[in-house]
């Protein structure tokens, strides 16, 4: 038995013990595995949930998400209510018409926030080009381009800037 004190809160038995939390899996909206929790970050004067530092792996950066991107959180899993945009990176770029120009190598958000504002992609034959965020049609396991998108001409003198 165990007595409880709260005031205009949650009960007990209706909160998520946060050590459960460390080391549960992240996923996107879609389903797709961003990594696992690491650590969980909170305002000091607050004390609420800011977020969670996310580990993708051994060679990739690890990540912070803020509660505000959080759908579902408990001590199976978080799930997002986004796909995170860096999660474009190293994706196939891929014209109207299923000709794949280049994958992104680079992903220009607005601020720190999850809003795309444009891609860097690079192809062997076409060079680094950007592609703004106005051209994109949809994202997913490949990035869609527009049919209004002009992609850069294939030439073996291309130089990248």
Avoid: C
Avoid at 17 to 42: P, Y
Avoid at 57 to 84: H, Q
């Amino acid at each position: 038995m165990m007595e409880e004190v709260i005031d205009k809160t949650k009960g007990w038995d209706e909160t998520v013990d946060l050590r459960k939390i460390i080391g549960v899996r992240v996923l996107s909206e879609k389903g797709f595995a961003v990594g696992r929790v690491s650590q969980i970050r909170i305002h000091p004067e607050t004390k609420s949930l800011e977020g969670v530092l996310v580990r993708r792996g051994f060679f990739r950066e690890s990540l912070f998400m803020g509660r505000t991107y959080f759908d579902t959180l408990s001590s199976e899993a978080i799930i997002l209510n986004v796909e995170p945009s860096i999660l474009l990176k190293g994706k196939k770029a891929v014209t109207y018409d299923g000709e794949v120009i280049g994958k992104v190598r680079e992903v220009v958000r607005v601020g720190k926030t999850n809003t795309l504002k444009q891609i860097v992609v690079h192809s062997f034959l076409r060079g680094t080009f950007v592609i703004p965020v106005g051209d994109i049609k949809a994202l997913g396991k490949t990035i869609m381009l527009k049919n209004s998108y002009n992609a850069p001409k294939k030439s073996l003198w291309r130089r990248t800037p």
